[in-house]
């Protein structure tokens, strides 16, 4: 088996207005809490690896909050006032990094953040019959993907985002029902 490509990864998990979050209940929490993101983000960055060979450690911030919060900073940043389910703030300025612009094998490459509302995830989760914590997932790897540079201007760019979300939930063993 060859080595994993990803040596470390680190998530910092920040739970911002989760317990406040509308109909939040004490399951909801324990799945936000206990659910695998830094297992699952790593397994997902390995299957990635291709396209972003310039690192063996990297960093992101998850952040999950409540539609407020969310709100406030996509009509900050993005000028929309109103939530939505998830905002992702590359720290890298190109497009997908390439492997020339490699760093130093004990340096993480910080990715950027990744802000959902688990209020809309709620709401989402019920509208397409799966679980929170599916739901979750899936907006994680849209995040994700958004970090490494992959955007969808149109119907033809949506649809693979799509599908390479679909895989890497696939790959950690979760399935969309969408």
């Avoid at 063996?56 to 969310?70: C, K, P, V």
């Avoid at 939930?169 to 029902?177: A, E, R, W």
Wanted: proline share 3%.
């Amino acid at each position: 088996m060859a080595p994993s490509p990803v040596k470390t990864l680190t998530v910092d998990l920040y739970l911002q207005d989760v317990f406040n979050c509308e109909a939040s209940n004490d399951s909801d929490i324990s799945d936000i809490i206990t659910a695998t993101w830094q297992q699952w983000i790593q397994t997902w960055l390995e299957e990635l690896h291709s396209i972003i060979t310039i690192s063996g450690a990297y960093e992101l911030s998850l952040r999950l909050t409540s539609d407020y919060e969310i709100q406030t900073l996509n009509n900050q940043y993005r000028h929309k006032n109103q939530p939505t389910d998830v905002l992702a703030f590359a720290a890298l300025e190109v497009k997908v990094p390439q492997s020339s612009e490699k760093i130093s094998a004990d340096e993480s490459l910080y990715l950027g953040d990744i802000i959902i509302s688990v209020d809309t995830a709620k709401q989402q989760a019920r509208q397409n019959h799966h679980s929170l914590t599916v739901e979750l997932a899936w907006l994680v790897a849209h995040g994700l993907l958004h970090l490494l540079g992959w955007d969808h201007p149109d119907e033809e760019s949506l649809l693979q985002m799509l599908a390479q979300q679909e895989t890497l939930l696939k790959l950690v063993g979760l399935q969309p029902n969408n």
